[in-house]
């Protein structure tokens, strides 16, 4: 079964600083990882996906990287800001898996930007 | 375009009892899937439809059924519902690989 790891758990930075989540899974099978963005008590929103084939993809301040053989991928924010605040999730879709494009997410790394 | 859009938002239900979450899309998405998300645990995919007309079951399927009559709507139903089914509920739509998500149901059991 594919496990999806995030570290790390929680993390508080200041205004201003660059920084970096990472994700680890188990299985190098995998066909495309989706970073999430969770605000309190509301749904997710699709930062990034990478396909299997990439190696990063870039949205504004964001850039995640993936090193599929390691079973790796980051997600840098580069110039942190309090909008930043939230939990990140990472999720994995496995080859392995009959489930379509069932998703293996991670518990998620919760990120705290302080003025 | 209203994307991905879960009713209601809050629910809470006697033991036993039963109840249909609503999910909804107008992206003209064919594939729709449930999860469910509990303190200290990933989410967990419970069903999951392909298309009109097919469903299949995920990863957490007891205690609950999906039916899909149409492309727009993924209803989830609790048919008695226990307090291991308190949770977090999410619905999504896929446009191929990338996943798009409802804003949630809370729903508690006591």
């Known amino acids: 079964k594919q496990e999806v790891t995030q570290i790390p758990a929680a993390l508080s930075v200041p205004e201003g600083e660059n920084l970096v989540l990472n994700c680890s899974f188990t299985?190098?099978?995998?066909?495309?990882l989706q970073w999430f963005r969770q605000d309190p008590g509301k749904g997710l929103t699709s930062l990034l996906l990478?396909?299997?084939?990439?190696r990063e993809q870039t949205s504004g301040r964001l850039n995640a990287s993936l090193d599929k053989s390691s079973g790796r991928s980051t997600l840098y924010i580069a110039a942190s800001q309090p909008g930043d605040s939230a939990t990140y999730l990472c999720a994995v879709r496995h080859e392995g898996s009959n489930s379509g494009y069932a998703l293996n997410f991670g518990k998620g790394t919760s990120l705290l930007v302080t003025p | 375009n209203a994307g991905v859009t879960q009713t209601p938002k809050f629910q809470v239900l006697k033991t036993g009892q039963s109840m249909t979450l609503q999910c909804a899309q107008d992206m003209n998405h064919e594939y729709m899937s449930w999860y469910r998300q509990d303190p200290g645990m990933g989410l967990r995919l419970i069903h999951y439809s392909v298309g009109a007309g097919i469903t299949d079951q995920g990863e957490v399927p007891n205690g609950y059924n999906v039916s899909r009559s149409t492309t727009e709507d993924f209803p989830l139903r609790l048919l008695s519902a226990a307090p291991s089914q308190t949770s977090v509920y999410f619905c999504a739509s896929n446009i191929g690989p990338e996943a798009f998500f409802g804003q949630g149901t809370r729903l508690t059991v006591v």
């Open positions: 299985d190098s099978a995998i066909y495309n």
């Open positions: 990478i396909q299997s084939s990439q």
